[in-house]
């Protein structure tokens, strides 16, 4: 990507490519990616497993985040899904899933079946707990994967939706694109992938060096998602989070070239050097 950013010691990058050199070395430099990965899983491992951890400290923002994950999500199975997706059995992948927030307060409702995948695995015990008394029969948390994206390949056409939200900035750009490439086929006919992330607005993207990751901005975010073949089938931006955060953005991307594009923008999009890690 052609784009200039910064780290959060306010470093400046011509280019993203500078960026990654520094951070994970030359192409084929496996030690150093690995570390790269291997330092972000620490960093969560050293957080308590509670929606104020998982959420940075900003734990108040849960109702804020699930509503607007919901008002989104409704339309999009309603729009995308075999009769809106009413009697059918749903299954959703809760990707990043931390202690099981997302599941736990929205895809647990509108699932029959949820996988979550997790690299840390005291947050993938804490999930575990905090859906034991949770859902039926019919609505369940089923899976629990303790592997991070980049190693992980979903079982083909499970799913009805892949839900990506504050974890795909630990990856790298191309693993990225080949995580997405990967988990395509795992799609069923309709299903889709939410993304929902941190942008970077100014800069064209913010790294983090404390947790290893990467805040991109809404061109780099579509830049990897046409290299990943996906298509951009609706967008929404976030409402109601605090000023001082970065602004959020929800897309959902379908495999096939969706009919029609809807967008809408917000008029209060901020990006503060404060994150939600
Ligand atoms: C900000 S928390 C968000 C958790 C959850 N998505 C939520 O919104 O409540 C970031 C999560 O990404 C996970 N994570 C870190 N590296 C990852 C990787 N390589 N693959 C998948 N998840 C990763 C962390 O362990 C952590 O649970």
């Known amino acids: 990507m052609e784009v200039s950013g910064v780290d959060s010691e306010g470093k400046e990058f ?5 960026m990654w050199r520094e951070a994970i070395g030359e192409e084929g430099d496996e ?5 790269w990965y291997r330092d972000g899983v620490s960093y969560w491992e050293g957080v308590e497993a509670s929606v104020d951890g998982v959420l940075g400290g900003y734990g108040h923002v849960n109702a804020a985040d699930i509503t607007g994950s919901e008002v989104f999500l409704k339309t999009l199975i309603q729009e995308r899904l075999v009769n809106g ?7 959703a992948l809760d990707c990043g899933s931390g202690i099981g927030r997302i599941t736990k307060n929205l895809l647990i409702r ?4 949820v996988d979550l995948l997790e690299p840390v695995a005291q947050f993938l015990d804490a999930a575990r707990e905090n859906l034991a ?8 948390a089923t899976n629990f994967f303790c592997v991070p994206l980049q190693e992980f390949t979903p079982a083909p056409q499970r799913y009805d939706v892949i839900w990506v939200q504050w974890c795909i900035g630990h990856l790298t750009d191309d693993d990225f694109v080949s995580f997405f490439n990967r988990a395509k086929g795992c799609l069923k006919p309709g299903g889709f ?3 929902k992330e941190n942008l970077a607005k100014k800069a064209g993207f913010v790294l983090d060096k404390e947790d290893r990751s990467i805040t991109r901005s809404n061109p780099y975010f579509k830049e990897l998602f046409r290299r990943c073949g996906l298509h951009l089938y609706q967008t929404k931006d976030q409402k109601g989070l605090p000023q001082e955060l970065f602004a959020v953005k929800m897309y959902a991307l379908t495999v096939d070239i969706p009919p029609k594009v809807h967008k809408t923008r917000s008029k209060t999009r901020s990006n503060r050097p404060q994150i939600i890690k």
């Not at 030690?31 to 570390?35: E, S, V």
């Not at 509108?110 to 079946?113: I, Q, R």
């Not at 008394?133 to 369940?140: N, P, R, V």
Request: glycine share 6%; aromatic share 10%; charged share 20%.
């Open 31 to 35: 030690t150093k990616k690995t570390q």
């Open 193 to 195: 992938f939410v993304v």
């Open 14 to 18: 011509n280019s993203a490519q500078e």
């Open 133 to 140: 008394s949770i859902g039926s029969e019919t609505h369940k």
């Open 85 to 91: 997706g009413t009697n059918q059995h749903l299954v």
């Open 110 to 113: 509108y699932f029959n079946e």
